[in-house]
Structure formats: structure tokens, C-alpha cells
């Protein structure tokens, strides 16, 4: 089982102005995604690049399927590292990957990015395809942007979907809590301020700012957070009220924080993308993977206020 981050990508028009075709003079911007769909042909590969330090350096990759506006293809990351032998230090280049599934059906414009540890964060593999979508397109004069879809919803109707629908153990949780004397405005009823005297008692003996309170799973555990513990849920109120960070360690959808935007991630067998690949069909006669990306589209619909997060900024070099 593979958990894949979703995204959704948009077109824009770059500032050189809009093209038309010379058959019939229709607009290439009102038909981005054909254009798009055209880059990738099954069996070949796209010329990626990712920036390294002040070079581009190659990221292998693969088109493995293509079929009824469906691409399956594989990105590698290009990364260096180093592997010691006979005592010596001998650099290498090391290139892991991830499974990246695009519907571009009329209407669709969605990624599923698979979430492989070796790679790392999913975003990074959006903002490498990103980059050389984008170097193709510029001769069409548009341009892509490839976005994390989320949602915006309340914290306890996301555990509850997380632990009770999918199955994800909750491995720990974190309450990060302001010292009261130290931090004005605070909103704290008396019955949940009797709870954590104890808490903001410590604090101020030690005259901290800030606490931090942890609780952890055993190793193959996972923790019960509930809304019908009143402790428990006096805390997480506690936390939305005053703006207060507590953390919620999923095992496969990652860290949560309250307020949050939340990221939507959907779990596929791995046989799903093998038989698309492989053009093995259901007793339907259309495929899983088809099937699996029509459930993910009904599922977004219904979503409340899906919308975008804003990119991490960049840290400069000092």
C-alpha cells in the first residue's frame, strides 16, 4: 500500500501574448491540457532538470503509460552521496524515485505524487516537473503551476476521518502552551484552567515563556485521541481558542497542526497502478487506476473550502 500526496495544476498565459493555430485560429491557452498531454509519450521521457547550487543537474525519469488522458511515469531525484570503502571516502550519485499519476481528463487536472521516503517530500518532485513542464510550454506561450490541493476542516472531524476511515495511527502528539502570565488576551474557562493549573504552575516557578508536552506511542501503538475524552477535548479547545500549536503525528498522512490546512493524501494498492501499466482491465472493462482517480475527483467535490497553501519560502544563503 503507497499513499500519494494530491495536487492540481492550472495553466496561465505567459506575457508574450496568446497563440493561435494556423488551421483554424483557435486559441493553444484554451486547449492547455492537449498541449500539455502531448508531452508525454509512453515509453520515452522528458529532459528534467532540478537546480543544484549554481548548476542543473539531469533527474531521470520514465513515461510508463499513457492511455485515455491518464500518464503513469516515474522521477528520480539526483542527489550526491557518499559511500566509504577501503577506508577511503568515494562520492556517488544516487537517484531515487517516485510513482506520479496525472489525469488530465477535460475537467480533471489532478496529480497524485506517491509519498517514498527515499525521495522525500512530494513537493519536491511538483516543483522539478513544474520546472520542466514549464520549459516546454514556453514555446506555447503558457505557462503551469502545480499546487498541493488541502483542505480547510474542523480539527476533530479530520482525526476522526484519519484514525476511524483510513486507518492512520496516531504516533504522538504535541501541546506547545504560552505561559498565561506571560501572554495577554488568553481565553482559559475556569473548568479547563483547574486542568492545566498544574502545567502553568511549572512555568511560571521557572519563569518559561513557553511548555512543551509530549506523548508518544509505543512502537508499533498508535495513541487515542477522542472527542469523547472531556480532558482531551478541553485541551484541543484550548489550543483553538488561544492559537496554541498542538501536533498530531499521523504514521502515513505525516504531522497535522491545529488550524492547519490540510493536505489530501489517498492510499492505492500497488496492483492498481501495475495492472494500468500493464493494460489488465477490470470485469467492467475499465481499469482500477480509473476507477481509484474517479472515487479521488468525487471525493475533493464534497470537500469543504478546498483551496491552495502557499510555497515555503526559500532560505538565502548568508
Request: proline fraction near 3%.
Amino acid at each position: 500500500m503507497a499513499w500519494y500526496s494530491i495536487y492540481k495544476y492550472t495553466f496561465s498565459k505567459n506575457q508574450q501574448g496568446e497563440l493561435f493555430t494556423l488551421d483554424n485560429h483557435s486559441s493553444v491557452f484554451d486547449n492547455a491540457q492537449h498541449y500539455f498531454g502531448s508531452l508525454f509519450t509512453q515509453g520515452t521521457s522528458l529532459v528534467a532538470f532540478k537546480k543544484k547550487k549554481d548548476e542543473l543537474v539531469s533527474c531521470p525519469n520514465g513515461i510508463l503509460s499513457h492511455r485515455s488522458d491518464i500518464i503513469v511515469m516515474r522521477l528520480c531525484d539526483n542527489r550526491n552521496v557518499s559511500i566509504w570503502q577501503d577506508y577511503k571516502k568515494n562520492p556517488e550519485v544516487t537517484n531515487p524515485f517516485c510513482q506520479i499519476v496525472i489525469d488530465n481528463r477535460p475537467g480533471r487536472a489532478l496529480m497524485a505524487i506517491e509519498k517514498e521516503s527515499s525521495f522525500g517530500n512530494p513537493d519536491k518532485a511538483a516543483e522539478i516537473l513544474e520546472e520542466t513542464i514549464n520549459n516546454y510550454l514556453r514555446d506555447y506561450r503558457i505557462s503551469i503551476e502545480i499546487k498541493q490541493h488541502t483542505r480547510v476542516d474542523e480539527f476533530w472531524s479530520y482525526v476522526d476521518e484519519q484514525t476511524l476511515v483510513n486507518k492512520d495511527p496516531i504516533r504522538k502528539v504535541v501541546f506547545d502552551y504560552p505561559n498565561p502570565k506571560l501572554t495577554k488576551s488568553l481565553f482559559i474557562p475556569k473548568d479547563v484552567e483547574t486542568k492545566v493549573n498544574a502545567l502553568f504552575t511549572m512555568l511560571g516557578n521557572t519563569n518559561a515563556v513557553k511548555g512543551h508536552l509530549q506523548m508518544e506511542a509505543s512502537k508499533e501503538g498508535s495513541l487515542q485521541l477522542k472527542r469523547t475524552k472531556k480532558d482531551m477535548a478541553q485541551m484541543v479547545a484550548l489550543c483553538c481558542n488561544n492559537g496554541y500549536n498542538l501536533s498530531v503525528y499521523f504514521k502515513n498522512y505525516g504531522i497535522f497542526r491545529v488550524n492547519d490546512r490540510i493536505k489530501t493524501v489517498k492510499s492505492m494498492d500497488e496492483s492498481i497502478l501495475n495492472d494500468f501499466i500493464a493494460g489488465v482491465q477490470l470485469t467492467s472493462g475499465s481499469f482500477g487506476l480509473i476507477v481509484w482517480l474517479d472515487d479521488l475527483y468525487n471525493y475533493l467535490k464534497i470537500c469543504k473550502n478546498a483551496t491552495e497553501i502557499p510555497s515555503p519560502r526559500k532560505r538565502r544563503n548568508t
